[in-house]
Structure formats: structure tokens, C-alpha cells
């Protein structure tokens, strides 16, 4: 801070600069002046800041956003009277530095998960057949593990019954730098799907190789940035999609969702029998549906029968010769349905309703394979149990 002939405080551009490193771009999550987002820095003598910022595109979305985090960081400094922001485009060449960068200098297209240096834990959500709530299971455990302090982000890979945004509450739409996609975020989760592209409720007709370039392009185009974890939920079966899971990103391990009655739970482990051809690991079975709680007495009513779950790990675990658990039984809960309506995960509206702690206690499990805690190997009791 500097004092001009008046004797009247004036703001120090290192402390405006440093006040701006606090502002993140709201889709990249980094630091602008890290981004070379800030194009200029002027100080008037009467303390009045304006501030010149580029975006990285001339519809970014966000504009107003970045237009008032800016004004507020700057506002904070010592000696400051008035910020104004000046909003700007980035050029071609511009846009192009800033994508190698966020790639850390590499020009070509690559899934960072598939890179031997990878600490993002991938899980591919997987089921035989539709309708058991795959969807449902993948929302809520991302949810209630970025709540829990990870970095997660999803793929909506089932092309053709895309509805993860939706269930998580992502209304915002991805934006491009160059090459490379922005993806939204809700509930701290980001989130890419094909729903994002297509006009309304568009169906998607498309064959197996447009399919393999979509997953590739979520995979390699979208900036994901460091991630703790990354959910694919799958479309059913064994189909195109989940062979070019095991092909672009063959170190994803496959987590199963089936229902209690046996002809769901004889096509699930036909589905997770997958790995024996592609050489991944199962990391475990989720039974969806395991029953209903009465709401007068509290009994447990099998509405779709029993047992579907443990059917699957056991014929799995035989199949593959290795063990495979059963992570968590989910009870029928009619806020889990409503929340998949509404975009509002049960694990945060209703966290300890009987499928919420269900599904909690399966993303503790699953977060503490991250964090290397070993929780499924070492027998670490969850903390809800289900």
C-alpha cells in the first residue's frame, strides 16, 4: 500500500493481485491469474481498481459470476474505493495455451485415468439388465462421497437412457476451450452425459462405433481436473459401452447392481462375468430394492424376494476365483425415487432415512479404498451399517 501526495491510501497492485489468485474460474476450479485470465490490473490514485479479465469463451456462462467474485475479492483490499471489471475474450492462440496447459503441456488427446501415474480410483457402475436403479446407486454414492470431502466426477456412459443430470441436479451445460469441455458440477460432483448435447428429449440413434467416441470424448476432452474418484455408470449388460470401458480405461473396477429376485440377480452376474474376459477387478455387489419397511410396524416386507445380492458375489467369487462382497443391501425408500425426480440425492435431503444410511455406508466403503485405509480387505467396520 502506497500513500499518494494527498496523503490518501493507495491499494498496492501486488495486494489486488494477490486478492484475484483467491478467485477461481467456476468450471476449471483454478486460480484465474494462474489461468492468465487476468488481461489487466489499473489503480487510480483515489484508490479505484478496475480489472480487465479474459473468458475463455465470448458466451461463457458463468460471466456474471466471475464479474462478482472478482469485484468481491478486490473489494477487500485495503485502501480499495471502487472495483470495475472489464470482461474480454480470449484468443485462439490464447484458448490453445490455456488447454495445454490444463493437460500439463501434452498436445495429444489421452484418458488421464488409463496413465500409469493415475491416483483417481475409477469405478464402473454395472448391472444386467434395466430398471434394478444403477442410476440411482451411481448419483447418490458420488453425491454423498464429495460430501464427504473427495473429488469425484461421473460419466453418464449409458448413452441410450441418459439421466444422471437429472438425478443430480445438473441443469448447467458444459462450455469449450478449444478442444476441450468444461464440465458442470452439482452437489460438488462434476458431471459429462450426452443429454448435455441433445436438443430437449431427444433420442440417441446411434451404432457402436459413435458410442466408442462419445465414451472416448468424456473420457479425454472433458477437464476433469485431479479426481479422488470417477463413477461410469454403464448402460446394462455387456454390450458396446462396457467393452470400451475395459479398452480406454482397463484399470476400472466394476461395481454390480442387482435386485434380490434370481432373474435379475442370474442376468447381473452374467454382467459382471465380464471381467473374467477383460481382465478388471469386481470390487463388489450392491442389492437395490432389498425390501420394504413397513411404515406401520417396521417389518421388513421382500416385496422382490430375497437374496439377489449374495447370489451374484457367490457366483462371481467362483467365476472370477476371487472374492467378491457384498458392499450394502438398499431398502425400497420412496425420498430415493423422489430424489431422482427432483435432482436432490437422498444421501444429502435424507441421510439417515434407511436407503440414505444404506448408501452412505457403501460410499464410506468405497472412500476408504481411496484414502488406502483398505476397508474392504481389512474388514474395517463402516460407519453405518446396513
Known sequence: MATDTYGTTVPAQDAVRD???TVNDPEIHRPITDLGMVKSVEIADDGAVAV???LTVSGCPLRDTITREV????QRVDGVTSVSVELDVMSDEQRRELAASLRGGQTEREVPFAQPGSLTRVYAVASGKGGVGKSS?????AAAMAADGLK????DADIYGHSVPRMLGADGRPTQVENMIMPPSANGVKVISIGMFTPGNAPVVWRGPML???LQQFLADVYWGD???LLLDLPPGTGDIAISVAQLVPNAEI?????PQQAAAEVAERAGSIAVQTHQKIVGVVENMSGLPCPHCGEMLDVFGTGGGKLVAEGLTRTTGAEVPVLGAIPIDVRLREGGDDGRPVVLTAPESPAGAALRSIADRLGERKRGLSGLSLGITPRNKF
Open 19 to 21: 486478492a484475484l489468485a
Open 137 to 141: 446407486v451411481t448419483v447418490n454414492l
Open 212 to 214: 466408442h467416441r462419445a
Open 227 to 229: 479426481l479422488d474418484v
Open 152 to 155: 469425484v466426477g461421473v460419466v
Open 71 to 74: 469485484t468481491e475479492a478486490v
Open 255 to 259: 461395481l454390480v447392481v442387482t435386485t
Open 52 to 54: 480487465a479479465v479474459y
